[in-house]
């Protein structure tokens, strides 16, 4: 839009007020060249004599563009005409801003063009058609609408274009792959060179056949008792998945029989291969490789084996890219089931199909290459060496990214530091901008010699982090068995009341063994032992014992004890509940008396009457398993709009049986249930609350005579 073009353009005016009094605003059209572009100007006015002069809104259109105008505080705006919102109707220049919802029929009358000249300037103009034409607006709507997705459209296909570029680009710029150089290593580093001998028995003789040499030997395994037979030749006895040595080349190879030969004889494996990219970038290379050990077959006297070799094969997976002051870029290759090519791509396919990077083996080559990069500060090959295990590359240079201080902790020695936050444990960084490894990790400057002898192992990480956080000094053999203990952060609260090494000493003790004694499970009884420990004391802390009586401190019976402070803290936990919904519903307990009178019955069998208040609900519910305790029913009772009663056994008055909902302005049972949902003795007990209802509807409830009986019988009447 050339807006200052637009807004020097003189005001249409309006030529005269339209009668009516529904009509409110009133539009006015025009069509102007501007830079030689016809643009329809539509300007709304105030169906007033004093607002004439002056527009409430400008609405400018091309067949490529529009814009609005607001005369009155000078702003431009690209909404839609009817984008004054919330039905989606809301006209640009109504003062609600829209937001009052009218019907089509008085909109229509409200906001009308100025002549019939109008209506087809703007039909002419849009060449749109609408549905009905006196809402005049809907024509220009569209129009509108048509103008933003093209732009959207155009918008998106500019941005595709740049993805694509920008792959093509990085696709002319990888170097080519060294396939042969990759096979040789995989063959190596992932498959560790490793050879099959297929071999069948066949009496005191075995055929075999090597995937290396492809030579197929038939020979004697057993001695034999004839003369010939000792000057035939003779091989081990092959045994299968035990490693032989194959009689024709020497190599030594896998024995599989060659009934298992079709199956699973192929193995898959993940490497890297890291170059270096444009000046100073990088780029991981990762490839798939499989190795096949294949055996020939030919049906002669049965299957017989002929000929034996191997496949070596291998796929780039992906790329992925690493320069500076870029986001780490990940293109993957992928395969159309449609036209049958393989293309690249610059996402990751979605759901299932997504394409994950495993770790795998680095050939050395990457090492040389990152040297050359931006990263070459990573320490990427000095992790890869203190690992040993199959890593990620891709995640530890975005690790490095991420934290450059790895390169610090992996010079240090604090490898198990670096696996914890390739993990995305990133809690174990105490202050991310820290240059100093204590500072970084938050422990004691002290304890860092330490760390690095146990190569930064993050359970000694964590209890270093609990001393330094205590402003404790403990000495390194508490230190690891601390970790040994495998409870973390949760024994800083006992540490509070009790020392560490009485800690210790008592959970060795309860467990009857030792601590670094390397045995499996002699750490699993010690960690269960202290997890146990501490969940106690915890417990005894939280309910409020005195945390210095050593008879609390040092249970003889250590699972006893815990099994009773946990009832204690369930009963606990129970009473908060109980409290809480009295608090909440005090009503219940207010309302008490009334619904007594109103409610209470009793024969010699049973007794039924209201809750007394809003925990005795949530403890019946609890005693029968239904639902009754629930936030739903005391709300109800509450309000007086469901009233919960207990019918319990006139000679076990305080003993939950059943319980029922009542409707209090129709005297209609709502429901009634046992426990667990159930109706015990179901037809008796549906007749006498039957009998009930027709009493409560007599107006015979506990006015009657029988509940001054049962009263009298020492029923609790008061509160
Ligand atoms: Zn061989």
């Known amino acids: 839009m050339k807006k200052k073009a637009i807004e020097k353009i003189p005001f249409l005016t309006l030529p005269g007020v339209r009668r009516g009094k529904t009509v409110e605003y009133v539009a006015v059209t025009d069509i102007r060249e501007i830079a030689a572009e016809p643009h329809l100007f539509i300007e709304v006015y105030r169906n007033r004599k004093d ?38 109707h809301g006209l640009v220049w109504r003062e609600d801003g829209g937001h009052v919802l009218r019907s089509r029929e008085d909109r229509e009358k409200e906001n009308v063009l100025y002549s019939q000249k109008d209506l087809e300037r703007i039909r002419a103009f849009t060449n749109e058609t609408v549905w009905r034409e006196e809402s005049w607006w809907d024509f220009i709507d569209r129009r509108q609408k048509d103008i933003t997705s093209e732009k959207y459209r155009k918008k998106g296909m500019r941005k595709y274009e740049r993805r694509q570029a920008a792959l093509e680009e990085r696709i002319e710029n990888t170097g080519i792959l060294p396939e042969g150089k990759i096979l040789q290593y995989a063959d190596q580093a992932v498959f560790g060179s490793r050879h099959t001998i297929f071999y069948r028995k066949h009496g005191p003789r075995v055929t075999v056949a090597c995937t290396e040499c492809g030579g197929v030997t038939v020979a004697r395994w057993k001695q034999g008792q004839s003369y010939e037979s000792r000057f035939e030749r003779t091989v081990e006895e092959p045994v299968e998945n035990h490693y032989g040595i194959c009689p024709e080349c020497g190599k030594t190879g896998l024995y599989v029989p060659q009934g298992r030969a079709g199956r699973m004889r192929a193995q898959k494996g993940y490497l890297f291969l890291g170059q270096q990219y444009q000046k100073t970038g990088f780029v991981l290379r990762y490839v798939e490789v499989e190795k096949e050990w294949v055996l020939e077959e030919a049906w002669e006297n049965g299957l017989e084996m002929v000929y034996a070799h191997e496949k070596l094969s291998g796929t780039e997976v992906a790329r992925i890219y690493f320069e500076p002051g870029k986001k780490v870029q990940k293109d993957y290759h992928k395969h159309d089931p449609y036209s049958g090519k393989d293309f690249w791509d610059d996402c990751n396919l979605s759901g299932l199909a997504n394409i994950t990077i495993k770790p795998g083996k680095i050939m050395p080559e990457t090492f040389g290459a990152v040297k050359g990069s931006f990263l070459r500060y990573s320490a990427l090959e000095e992790y890869c060496a203190a690992e040993k295990t199959d890593t990620s590359p891709v995640d530890y240079l975005e690790r490095y990214l991420h934290t450059p201080q790895i390169e610090m902790l992996v010079k240090m020695g604090l490898t198990g530091v670096v696996r914890g936050l390739m993990a995305c444990h990133y809690g174990i960084v105490q202050d991310a901008d820290a240059e100093r490894p204590e500072l970084f990790l938050g422990i004691r400057k002290e304890r860092v010699k330490q760390l690095v002898r146990e190569k930064g192992d993050t359970d000694i990480l964590t209890v270093m982090q609990m ?124 309302h008490y008396r009334r619904y007594r009178k109103q409610f209470y019955f009793a024969d010699g069998e049973f007794l039924i009457r209201p809750a007394r208040d809003a925990g005795e609900i949530v403890m019946e519910g609890r005693i029968l398993h239904h639902c009754v305790g629930g936030d739903g029913y005391l709300k109800k009772h509450n309000d007086g709009k469901g009233i919960i009663l207990f019918l319990r056994a006139a000679d076990a008055p305080d003993t939950p049986y059943i319980t029922v909902e009542i409707d209090p302005e129709k005297k209609k049972i709502r429901q009634w249930y046992g426990a667990h949902d159930k109706k015990p003795d179901k037809e008796r007990m549906q007749e006498w609350l039957d009998a009930y209802v027709v009493r409560l509807k007599c107006g015979q409830g506990a006015a009657g005579q029988d509940a001054a009986q049962v009263t009298g019988q020492g029923f609790p009447a008061a509160m």
């Open 51 to 88: 607002s004439k002069d002056i527009p409430v809104v400008r609405i400018a259109l091309t067949g490529k563009d529009f814009g609005t105008f607001f005369p009155g505080t000078g702003a431009w705006s690209g909404s839609r005409i009817t984008s004054g919102t919330r039905d989606s």
């Open 467 to 590: 001393e330094r956080r205590m402003h404790r000094c403990w000495t390194d053999s508490q230190i690891k068995c601390l970790a040994e203990a495998g409870i973390g952060d949760r024994v800083s609260e006992v540490l509070m009341y009790m020392g560490v090494q009485k800690f210790l000493n008592r959970v060795a003790k309860y467990a009857g063994c030792g601590y670094g004694t390397g045995c499996s499970t002699a750490v699993s009884r010690l960690q269960g032992t202290a997890s146990r420990y501490t969940d106690y004391l915890n417990m005894r802390h939280a309910l409020g014992y005195d945390m210095t009586n050593t008879v609390y401190l040092f249970p003889r019976n250590l699972d006893a004890a815990h099994a009773r402070m946990v009832e204690e803290s369930n009963k606990k936990e129970a009473d908060i509940r109980i409290a809480s919904v009295c608090a909440r519903y005090p009503l219940i307990k207010k």
